[in-house]
């Protein structure tokens, strides 16, 4: 296991000040002020914010002629294919633009890229089967915006091409390299002006729908129906929960707990979430890999079908579906991830850069291996699966690598690659592993200090300090996830009056401690209760990293930690 560091934060501000103008204690003032939220038109829409302070989709640069565009082909009722994408946010994206265009009386289908056959986005043959179906308009959500010569293909066929994707535009230089298609909607194209680019595909096709629902007479209600597959979408793909990202997460999973979609309360009942009190951790673990199962062992077509079921019958056969395919991913990514550790443990424990290569294992699961190996061990990690052509990977990084910029270093040794900072694809040959594996690590620059992994703290504060009042301000901070995480909190010599090791598992360490004044505070740890044992040896003082919560239970109400880290002092 990779070392942890604790670190402080220490940004400033007049805390005192922003907890008398806003109502807070001083303790949330840093919280927002550590999450990079200054000023007080900021702080006020951090608090307070909601749907109404979403931007307008007309800031997107070319919403104007999509809409248009659309408007008229629906008006004279020609054949309009949405081509989405294989993942989470490519379902959900398509769902948002299928629903709103059959709403709006569209003749419409939809299709999505087989993960393995096809790979990622539109394809030479997708454009060809369009040709053949006698499709007019191509409407791409979550790709096209790097389809060059695919979108080529499609206007050779006279096809109309609309765009709208969120990743990063391909450059020459400071050139941008955009598609032939008639309207492109991404705002991460250097001549858009959207106020916060980092949206998902789903958000971008949802902001689309909303200009199409203004310009074409439909009530705010109806697209406020398509809120909650936003806001899955969002946490599915990982977006940072800032700005309006969280504003749509923070609402939609208020929509969620009502959600009207069969298939979403099917999944619901079969995974024993109650959607009244869902948070983006439950979509994140739980509802997100089921939906993205399909995709990965399957077809993506499985989920976008469950949220079109029409009937009970149907949404449960296809929510028992994807809960077994999950199933089934998550006992081959434990096994895969166990043969993957103990080849880093042992064959390559000295390399800086994992390139690890599982020749076995489903090409689908290379990225969630490669995030564990890099967790784990906190270095870069590259998994590599056999696939029909040639050996195919998958990358996860550390802030320190900027894993897109090293694989060009190495270009030559690879078929195909792509990605950014912290994550990357790629292909290559079997024969070229072993070089690729080396030059990696000699061009590396890595340093011991950089796999040593950082676990901040927000602000030091004493369990005595909490109460039921500052436990249920911190909600207002919520939804947590990505770029907006949930508050850590640091004690030192907190003393042990009482530890027990409970579960089945004895996975659950249940304490009770003391800080200073003498007061008991309820602790919870989640680790292997018998090492912990083991590793306190009877001593009474420890340091913790700790959340503070509520335990309800049989109608009571208790104040408690939950333990995040822990150090023992040395003797």
């Keep these: ?82 081509v989405g994408d294989y993942d989470i946010d490519g379902v959900c994206s398509t769902y948002i633009l299928y629903q709103a265009l059959k709403r709006l009386g569209g003749n419409v289908d939809y299709a999505i890229p087989d993960r393995i056959k096809d790979g990622y986005g539109i394809n030479e043959s997708m454009i060809r089967a369009a040709a053949e179906d006698g499709i007019d308009t191509i409407l791409t959500c979550d790709n096209g915006i790097s389809a060059f010569s695919q979108i080529q293909t499609a206007k050779d066929f006279r096809m109309t091409v609309i765009v709208t994707d969120h990743h990063e535009v391909p450059a020459d230089g400071e050139r941008e390299i955009l598609p032939p298609a008639d309207a492109m909607i991404d705002p991460k194209q250097r001549s858009c002006s959207y106020p916060f680019p980092e949206i998902c595909g789903a958000v971008v096709a949802y902001k689309l729908v909303q200009a199409l629902y203004e310009e074409s007479g439909v009530s705010r209600e109806e697209w406020l129906e398509l809120l909650e597959f936003a806001a899955i979408a969002t946490v599915g793909d990982v977006m940072k929960l800032q700005d309006e990202n969280r504003m749509i997460v923070k609402y939609g999973l208020k929509k969620l707990g009502h959600t009207k979609n069969l298939g979403l309360r099917k999944l619901a009942e079969k995974t024993n979430l109650d959607l009244s009190s869902i948070t983006a951790y439950h979509i994140g673990f739980v509802i997100g890999p089921c939906l993205n199962a399909g995709g990965r062992l399957q077809t993506a077509k499985l989920a976008l079908s469950m949220f079109l079921a029409k009937d009970e019958e149907t949404a449960e056969e296809l929510a028992q579906e994807l809960k077994d395919l999950n199933d089934m991913r998550k006992d081959m990514t434990e096994h895969w991830t166990a043969e993957a550790k103990v080849l880093a443990d042992t064959q390559y424990r000295n390399d800086k850069v994992l390139v690890i290569f599982l020749p076995d294992c489903h090409e689908s699961l290379a990225g969630i291996i490669a995030g564990r190996l890099r967790e784990y061990c906190q270095k870069p990690a590259i998994v590599l699966t056999r696939s029909e052509e040639a050996v195919k990977g998958s990358g996860r990084s550390i802030e320190s690598y900027h894993m897109f910029q090293k694989l060009s270093e190495v270009k030559d040794l690879m078929l195909k690659f792509g990605g950014h900072p912290m994550a990357a694809g790629l292909s290559l040959l079997e024969e070229n592993i072993d070089e690729f594996r080396r030059e990696l690590n000699e061009r590396s620059g890595l340093t011991e200090e950089d796999f040593k992994a950082k676990l901040w703290i927000d602000v030091p504060m004493p369990i005595d300090y909490i109460n039921e009042r500052l436990v249920e301000e911190l909600k207002i901070l919520e939804p947590f996830g990505q770029g907006n995480e949930k508050p850590l909190f640091a004690q030192k010599q907190v003393r042990i009056r009482s530890c027990r090791v409970i579960g089945k598992n004895k996975n659950v360490v249940k304490l009770v401690l003391e800080g200073g004044s003498g007061m008991p505070m309820d602790g919870i740890l989640f680790t292997d209760g018998i090492a912990f044992e083991e590793e306190r040896a009877g001593r009474t003082v420890m340091d913790i990293i700790y959340y503070p919560e509520i335990n309800e239970y049989n109608g009571n109400r208790k104040l408690q930690v939950v333990i995040r880290n822990y150090k023992f002092p040395f003797a």
Excluded: C, H
Aim: proline share 4%; charged share 35%; no cysteine.
């Design 1 to 82: 296991m990779a070392e942890q560091i604790w670190m402080l934060q220490t940004k400033r501000a007049d805390f005192d000040g922003i907890a008398r103008q806003f109502g807070i204690d001083p303790v949330t003032a840093r919280v927002i002020r550590n999450r990079g939220i200054e000023g007080r038109e900021n702080i006020e829409r951090y608090l307070y914010g909601d749907l109404d302070s979403l931007y307008s989709p007309w800031l997107l640069k070319d919403m104007r002629p999509a809409v248009d565009i659309l408007k008229r082909k629906l008006k004279e009722g020609q054949k309009i294919r949405i």
